[in-house]
């Protein structure tokens, strides 16, 4: 295996015989079993993550964000592991119920949560409800809810990573700001509700997030703001939830710290910011969802169409980047001006990440691992829209041909999640991989699904 997919690939990644084996099981043997695309789930890089995320926290919780991947299996592995789960629509709520998740265990996120999605809430018994709102607020009051309650707070801390998908700003759809005094009306009316309880705040300042520091200043930003809740109201939370967003590797030049070191960072930052400002260091919680899952998966994909296009690609990579910094950066950086058009069969369906924010991934042929790659290619999916590109620029080998396998790492998070049935495409299934077995933990959508939900003109079923 070329060394620089160690990082991007699962845990039990292992080359045998050219050819690309997870869990001991090959993947080639997986695509003419299950079909393609195909998302691969290798269940042991997972554990190994949760594992580490808890036993780093203990005795706090870790909450898996089920907005990463959500389906009734992974929701049984979680409660497995022992850890809990954050949802944060009614749709992955009842996810978890029908997974048998304990719902205590369970913390309820949004920032539009509806009458019915509160009481849905409230009759299953939710442990923990992420206010967000003013709005809100009343809504909880007129349903009663009799959860522990948390307040989200935007620490205006910019998470070093793409602008779509920051969230910590003061300018955003989520939470309370502090600079209005928002937060702190907030904090107040909550605490007056009849629920169980105003336990703490909570803030997710971004994602793919590899600057620590900015976990630093929000910690710092929201003590500074805490200190002035006691003294306006003598509110002291004993639960601080930090979110979700660590970074993960999605190529080669990307490197992840383990969890567990992150964690220890954002765990001194409460101990020391809170200690600084007399106020008792409440317990940290967090809800990892792309560094749980992210890497634990792969899309498998048939090559189709292979199209060159000579002289076009004006933007040829020098010294192993370019201005628009779309190529991976320490891979060769050839004089190629050829466009080169991988098509497979799947595509932004399964995977928008790229269009949604110029993603970037590394690709693999399952099929033929140990033959070099030193052809630029933009892998494109088969959807009716030029925008839709799997990865923009990425190096494969030579003479890459229909039927090869090609493979995707690191598509474990925000990609089924977020799939859709565009160009009435069907989404692919979920194979989980484990001691050399495989279980498919979520089938083939087929067209007959799609159909089902069509009426006739006139009212009537198909
Ligand atoms: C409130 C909240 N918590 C946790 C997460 C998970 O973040 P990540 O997958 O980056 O760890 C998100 C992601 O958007 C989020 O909005």
């Known amino acids: 295996m070329q060394s620089n997919l160690s990082q991007v690939l699962p845990d039990t990644a292992v080359v045998v015989d050219g ?20 998302i691969v789930l290798d269940r ?47 749709g992955e709520l009842e996810t978890a119920r029908a997974a048998g998740f304990p719902m205590e265990r369970v913390l309820f996120h949004g920032n539009n949560k509806s009458v019915g999605e509160l009481e849905a809430a409230r009759d299953l018994g939710v442990g923990r409800i992420v206010v967000d709102s003013h709005d809100e607020i009343s809504r909880l009051a007129r349903v009663g809810v009799t959860s522990k309650l948390l307040v989200r707070i935007t620490p205006g801390v910019e998470a070093h990573t793409h602008h779509y ?26 605490s007056e509700l009849r629920s169980a309880g105003l336990v703490g705040v909570h803030a997710h300042i971004g994602s793919q997030i590899f600057e620590m520091a900015a976990f630093d200043l929000a910690v710092k930003r929201l003590a500074v703001f805490l200190r002035e809740a006691k003294d306006a109201f003598a509110f002291e939370p004993t639960e601080l939830n930090m979110g979700g967003g660590l970074g993960i590797a999605y190529t080669d030049d990307e490197i992840t710290p383990p969890p567990a070191d992150s964690v220890q960072r954002i765990l001194a930052a409460v101990e020391r910011e809170f200690s600084a400002l007399g106020l008792a260091v409440p317990e940290l919680s967090l809800e990892p969802g792309r560094s749980l899952v992210g890497s634990s998966a792969i899309t498998v994909y048939k090559v189709g169409t292979v199209k060159r296009i000579p002289g076009v690609r004006t933007d040829v990579a020098v010294d192993g980047g370019t201005s628009d910094d779309s190529y991976q950066k320490g891979l060769p950086s050839p004089e190629q001006t ?25 690709a693999l042929l399952a099929n033929r691992m140990n033959d070099e790659s030193t052809l630029w290619t933009t892998v494109a999916g088969k959807h009716c829209e030029s925008g839709d590109i799997l990865i923009k620029d990425v190096p494969l080998p030579v003479d890459v041909r229909e039927g090869d396998l090609l493979c995707i790492p690191a598509t474990g998070a925000y990609t089924y999640s977020m799939a859709s049935n565009y160009n009435r495409i069907t989404k692919p299934p979920i194979v989980m991989v484990e001691d050399g077995k495989a279980v498919e933990i979520v089938r083939r959508e087929t067209l007959d699904d799609v159909l089902k939900l069509d009426r006739r003109l006139d009212g009537s079923a198909l």
């Open 44 to 90: 042991a890089s997972l554990e190994t993550r949760a594992k580490s995320y808890a036993a780093a926290l203990e005795p706090a919780r870790v909450f898996y964000a089920g907005k990463a991947l959500c389906c009734v299996a992974v929701c049984e592995m979680i409660e497995a592991l022992g850890l809990s789960l954050d949802v944060c629509t009614g």
């Open 338 to 362: 050829d466009r080169v058009y991988v098509s497979v069969d799947g595509g932004m369906s399964d995977n928008p990440r790229y269009p949604l924010y110029g993603a970037k991934y590394q």
């Open 19 to 38: 050819r690309l084996q997870l869990a001991g099981v090959d993947v080639v043997d997986l695509a003419d079993r299950f079909g393609t695309p195909l």
């Open 165 to 190: 998908i920051q969230t910590g700003q003061e300018d955003s759809k989520f939470g309370f700001t502090l600079a209005d005094g928002a937060a702190l009306d907030a904090l107040r009316r909550a």
